[in-house]
């Protein structure tokens, strides 16, 4: 071969190695996102996912693609919508739940999972080795419940002075953390409890008929997806039986509750973005630190105070971050 043609033939390999690159741009990162309920509010509730990623510099359809699983509040859907979304090769999984993240957990074993759960202790609960240093797959916020629980009996105790029974309402999906806890708040302020288990969102309204029955001076609803997600259906529902409630969730006081306290939901999906943005970036869940809620909010719904025949006090008023008129 004479050297200009060799020259020529580098030349060649040279000019075409660019132009193939340039034809095979990287593969945009797929986040999966499993939600409890249905798609429509699964949909409210990426938009805030996405502000996260977006912070991080995954901007939705370019840098990131959301694949959405809703499981309509149907349990036995989780399974296999988390196999269509392992099979869809997602590189960040964000289960909703309890139930989800432990099932994501067992069957994706090599995909990074960044969840948001209100109702575990993630190290007792196994999901974790620490808070600091995850040490795992899993990575995400949890809420540290035990003050709740205490705090949740002090706010019904300010609203109803002679408050001398309550029913809980509890989704036995989640851990009995949350049970512990109201059981020793309960037992320092010398208030009767009688714990009702709601299973599913088709249970609620027996649930609530059944909480009626007892008469109680006030009623707590337990953090899971059901009392979240049907916040305003609960809250409905607390109104007809006339049941003076509090829960951790915003939507529920101001769908007629009368008092909701916990952290700004919003702000969670938010963070959770930010984690999984971190984690496209090459962060490994098990180097990222589980978070808690940095936000709380007290909402009072005086219109149902009144309805009640509840004079709520001044000094209870004035805690509020919200009050409903």
């Not at 009767?192 to 008469?215: D, T």
């Not at 109680?216 to 409630?245: F, H, N, V, W």
């Amino acid at each position: 071969m004479r050297r200009r043609d060799f020259m020529s033939l580098v030349g060649g390999v040279a000019l075409a190695l660019p132009r193939r690159a340039r034809a095979e741009p990287a593969a945009v990162p797929k986040v999966g996102f499993l939600y409890p309920a249905s798609e429509a509010v699964a949909h409210e509730r990426v938009t805030h996912l996405l502000e996260g990623l977006r912070s991080e510099g995954f901007t939705a359809p370019d840098r990131v693609t959301l694949v959405i699983r809703a499981m309509g509040g149907d349990p036995a859907r989780s399974q296999p919508l988390l196999s269509e979304l392992i099979a869809s090769k997602v590189d960040v999984l964000v289960p909703i739940g309890p139930p989800q993240t432990r099932a994501a957990r067992a069957a994706a074993t090599n995909i990074p999972i960044v969840t948001f759960d209100l109702e575990e202790d993630p190290v007792e609960a196994g999901l974790v080795a620490s808070l600091p240093h995850p040490g795992g797959s899993v990575t995400g916020i949890f809420l540290a419940f035990p003050e709740f629980g205490t705090a949740w009996f002090g706010l019904l105790k300010q609203a109803i002075p002679t408050l001398a029974s309550v029913v809980v309402i509890w989704d036995p999906s989640t851990s009995t953390e949350q049970t512990k806890a109201v059981a020793a708040a309960a037992q320092r302020l010398g208030t009767k409890i009688e714990i009702l288990q709601v299973k599913s969102p088709a249970e609620l309204g027996a649930v609530f008929e059944a909480a009626s029955a007892r008469k109680p001076d006030g009623l707590l609803m337990l953090s899971s997806p059901i009392t979240g997600i049907y916040a305003e259906q609960c809250a409905e529902l607390a109104q007809k039986y006339r049941l003076p409630g509090i829960s951790l969730f915003s939507e529920f006081a101001r769908a007629g509750g009368l008092i909701s306290y916990g952290p700004n939901v919003s702000d969670i999906y938010r963070e959770v973005g930010v984690m999984a943005g971190k984690i496209l970036k090459g962060t490994k869940p098990a180097d990222l630190p589980v978070e808690r809620p940095s936000r709380f909010e007290l909402l009072i719904n005086l219109k149902t105070a009144k309805s009640l025949n509840l004079d709520i006090s001044n000094t209870l008023l004035a805690r509020a971050d919200e009050i409903i008129e």
